[in-house]
């Protein structure tokens, strides 16, 4: 197996260096249709990509700028993608994300820091669900808004879902359950939500989605929120071989008679 970490920098630094030395492209930077051809046999043998900004500031960038789509990695099984939308071009990622659902990928971790194209992110987003072969996706991201209620129209087959930083609210777990009824592990952070005059922190009971085989779930609420044990009740209520259960919460949600009388009534 070869590891794409790094490799758009070495690309970019060999072509630059072939061009100054006008031994490519008759010394001219700004042609590079033949890029596809430098490299045939390592984009038909790498399985995993780590492409980063973290430690090399730029290289997702010069990746995709050469690479500009991910289907043109055939054998492409892993993939970490983690970037700033302030050091790059976001359609560049985008027109990346967009081709996944064509890919054989069945790990992928994304990492991103977004202050515009919200819209665009949680439209690539949805996309990537829509990925066959993905079983394992792990999302952290800032950006605060998302509309779920796209995934419930999606079928997908990942077993192992995290996701953190992107405005969730625990009525929106729904929508994932419908989406990705494969799941045997959910690792998600709930936000806060405002509760407005009058509101009642209880709510009608809804169809929730069986999950038959989700065995470990853990959940982080970003502060108060409006959930209740008899709501939270109804999604485990939902999961009949569930073996690990984590809750980060608010005083309301750490009850320990509520607990008990959880653990003793409803839970498998």
């Known amino acids: 197996m070869i590891s794409g970490m790094h490799m758009g920098e070495i690309v970019r630094l060999i072509i630059l260096d072939l ?23 390592y984009i038909d043998k790498i399985e995993e990509l780590a492409i980063s900004e973290q430690d090399t500031p730029g290289q997702v960038y010069a990746f995709l700028s050469f690479f500009r789509l991910f289907v043109l990695f055939i054998y492409l099984r892993i993939l970490y993608l983690h970037f700033n939308e ?40 949805a996309r990537i669900f829509r990925l066959k072969s993905l079983q394992k996706f792990s999302l952290l991201s800032d950006f605060t808004r998302m ?33 990705v009824p494969c799941l045997k592990d959910l690792d998600v952070e709930i936000a806060s939500r ?26 982080c609420f970003a ?4 959930v209740t044990m008899d709501m939270l009740t109804e999604y485990l209520n939902s999961m009949p071989v569930l073996t690990y259960l984590e809750i ?12 008990k009388m959880l653990l003793e009534t409803s839970l498998p």
């Not at 980060?248 to 607990?259: G, I, T």
């Open 19 to 41: 061009v100054q030395q006008e031994l490519l492209f008759h010394g001219h930077r700004d042609t590079h249709r033949d890029y596809k051809s430098l490299l045939p046999a």
């Open 86 to 125: 302030e050091a790059l071009d976001w359609k560049i990622v985008e027109n990346a994300l967009y081709s996944s659902p064509q890919t054989k990928i069945d790990t992928l971790s994304i990492k991103e820091s977004i202050k515009e194209n919200r819209l665009s992110v949680g439209n690539a987003t």
């Open 147 to 179: 509309n779920w209620s796209n995934l419930a129209k999606i079928s997908s087959n990942i077993e192992h879902l995290t996701i953190s930083g992107i405005h969730c609210e625990f009525e929106d777990l729904q929508y994932i359950f419908r989406c």
């Open 194 to 219: 405002v509760s407005f005059f009058g509101e009642k922190a209880k709510r009608s009971k809804q169809n929730i989605a069986v999950m038959p085989i989700l065995r470990a779930f853990v959940l």
């Open 223 to 226: 502060g108060n929120s409006l």
């Open 248 to 259: 980060k919460a608010h005083s309301e949600l750490l009850d320990v008679n509520a607990w």
